[in-house]
């Protein structure tokens, strides 16, 4: 069983930054893809950004330029960036393995989640 911890979100004035960690158990985190998704109130959970094993990266179009999500194996623990926040952003972010070493925009490609951890962006 993989486990999946956030951690490092909170509260921030917009155009301010936040880094958001996720912590995996066990010792295959290298071997598979990693995905951060995010779910506002009373909308659907969607993409953020997502990282291969090898490093490659792909963003959603709203936060290309403004996050970078990034991985160390070692630590077993990926990474995302956010800056340039914008009220917009606030959501519940989720970070997620997927089910093989490449990425995917597709949340049904991720077999463990975390629980999640708040983002709030104040005007």
């Known amino acids: 069983q993989v486990q999946l911890v956030e951690s490092g979100g909170g509260l921030v004035q917009a155009g301010g930054s936040l880094r958001l960690s996720c912590v995996a158990s066990g010792r295959t985190f290298s071997s598979y893809a990693m995905g951060w998704f995010r779910q506002a109130p009373g909308k659907e959970r969607e993409f953020v950004a997502a990282i291969n094993r090898n490093g490659g990266t792909y963003y959603a179009d709203f936060v290309k330029g403004r996050f970078t999500i990034s991985r160390d194996n070692a630590r077993n623990t990926v990474y995302l960036q956010m800056n340039s926040l914008k009220p917009e952003d606030t959501a519940v972010y989720y970070c997620?393995?997927?089910?093989?070493?490449?990425?995917?925009?597709?949340?049904?490609?991720?077999?463990?989640w975390g629980q999640g951890t708040q983002v709030t962006v104040s005007s």
């Open positions: 997620a393995r997927g089910r093989t070493s490449d990425y995917d925009t597709n949340s049904r490609r991720y077999d463990y």
